[in-house]
């Protein structure tokens, strides 16, 4: 198995951190691994995206130019990725960001409302949670069990309360994600 994913959407919406926990998801179960970041000059509100490749095999490069993956969470980001996903794909976008949505009909395309979702846990900070649990229902590159290890590994001691709210909004990615 090798997944090479690109997530992509604007500063602050949890980018990079979701694919370190990704990254750091795939080691906590032996796997290979490659994170690669790509952001502007603003912390907040520029784009950011992160590259991830999760595989059972030895990776030969982290520079992609084609994706197994793209999740999208702001409409530059869709307008940018959609044509990089190689036919047979997976497209995955939170249709709160989306003014067009995707087109393509040589890939699968799932649709998460997860700021919706997040507004209704009442906590913005889980956004990318249920993002990532609607991408592991649909692609399980890692487990859960990986993340909420990845969890302990990358949250600071004083913040592991938060892991069980975490775990929460992945399971309830699963449940909302669907497919278009």
Request: zero cysteines; glycine letters at 10%.
């Amino acid at each position: 198995m090798k997944k090479e994913i690109i997530i992509s959407g604007f500063g602050g919406q949890g980018v990079l951190s979701m694919g370190k926990i990704l990254a750091y998801s795939g080691l906590m179960e032996d796997k290979e691994v490659t994170w690669m970041p790509a952001y502007g000059p603003e912390q907040r509100g520029g784009t950011a995206n992160v590259t991830v490749i999760v595989s059972d095999d030895r990776i030969s490069s982290p520079i992609l130019s084609r994706y197994d993956i793209a999740i999208v969470l702001n409409q530059p980001s869709l307008d940018k990725f959609e044509p990089k996903l190689k036919p047979g794909g997976i497209l995955i976008y939170d249709g709160y960001g989306i003014m067009n949505p995707p087109t393509r009909k040589d890939i699968t395309i799932y649709r998460i409302n997860a700021m919706d979702k997040a507004a209704e846990m009442k906590n913005g900070k889980v956004f990318n949670m249920i993002v990532l649990g609607g991408l592991l229902k649909v692609a399980p590159v890692v487990s859960d069990k990986g993340v909420e290890k990845a969890l302990r590994k990358t949250l600071p001691e004083r913040h592991h309360e938060l892991i069980p709210l975490n775990m929460q909004a992945l399971q309830e990615g699963g449940k909302i994600i669907e497919k278009m």
